[in-house]
T-cell receptor, first 117, second 116 residues
Framework: EAGVAQSPRYKIIEKRQSVAFWCNPISGHATLYWYQQILGQGPKLLIQFQNNGVVDDSQLPKDRFSAERLKGVDSTLKIQPAKLEDSAVYLC???????????????FGEGSRLTVL | AQSVTQPDIHITVSEGASLELRCNYSYGATPYLFWYVQSPGQGLQLLLKYFSGDTLVQGIKGFEAEFKRSQSSFNLRKPSVHWSDAAEYFCAVELNYGGSQGNLIFGKGTKLSVKP
């Protein structure tokens, strides 16, 4: 079974530039998550999708971050314009529903490391 | 507010020694608890989970964890550590309200180093 795929693995940009990250979840997983992991901290949820609808984006800085999951499969996370504090690893995860309920049993991709100079 | 505390930032143990990583949580309802492991340059992998029932749960790679409601703790243990266990370990609690099932709040992690 193929895992969660993310690209690019690494990206270096100047502040105020834009960047986009792509994620392809495990086939059949309805739920997709984007987490931000700053060095020395645990992952923090940015946005949760259920199929192609947003379930929770309360912690997404909407003035600069956007995300979409067209057709309920792969997803793109965009940052525009980037700030220095956006330097982090962006982790995509997907999860299956069990008995109609989402669980915290998530499958993570390897992450996309962003450096903002 | 819900939170997870991992008091130890970095722990070093000798290969073959036992291991205990501490985790305390703050959550108003019955928690769903998890331990994930992250090797360098990799994503997170689920080690084990607690939803209900037996408070001692077994996971992959020989790990186990014990849920203690009175202490709001969910400590991870392994009787004999292998060099390949060197990684960062994250404890997490699941938010479970409305449609936000499956959302995890993570602790800051404990980095485990293993001495030969």
């Amino acid at each position: 079974e193929a895992g969660v795929a993310q690209s690019p693995r690494y990206k270096i940009i100047e502040k105020r530039q834009s960047v986009a990250f792509w994620c392809n979840p495990i086939s059949g997983h309805a739920t997709l998550y984007w987490y931000q992991q700053i060095l020395g901290q645990g992952p923090k949820l940015l946005i949760q999708f259920q199929n192609n609808g947003v379930v929770d984006d309360s912690q997404l800085p909407k003035d600069r971050f956007s995300a979409e999951r067209l057709k309920g499969v792969d997803s793109t996370l965009k940052i525009q314009p980037a700030k220095l504090e956006d330097s982090a690893v962006y982790l995509c995860a997907s999860g299956a529903s069990t008995s109609g309920r989402n669980t915290g049993e998530l499958f993570f991709g390897e992450g996309s490391r962003l450096t903002v100079l | 507010a819900q939170s997870v505390t991992q008091p130890d930032i970095h722990i070093t143990v000798s290969e073959g020694a036992s291991l205990e990583l501490r985790c305390n949580y703050s959550y108003g309802a019955t928690p769903y608890l998890f331990w994930y492991v992250q090797s360098p340059g990799q994503g997170l992998q689920l080690l084990l989970k607690y939803f209900s029932g037996d408070t001692l749960v077994q996971g992959i790679k020989g790990f186990e964890a014990e849920f203690k409601r009175s202490q709001s703790s969910f400590n991870l243990r392994k009787p004999s550590v292998h060099w390949s266990d060197a990684a960062e370990y994250f404890c997490a609690v699941e938010l479970n309200y409305g449609g936000s099932q499956g959302n995890l709040i993570f602790g800051k992690g404990t980095k485990l180093s293993v001495k030969p």
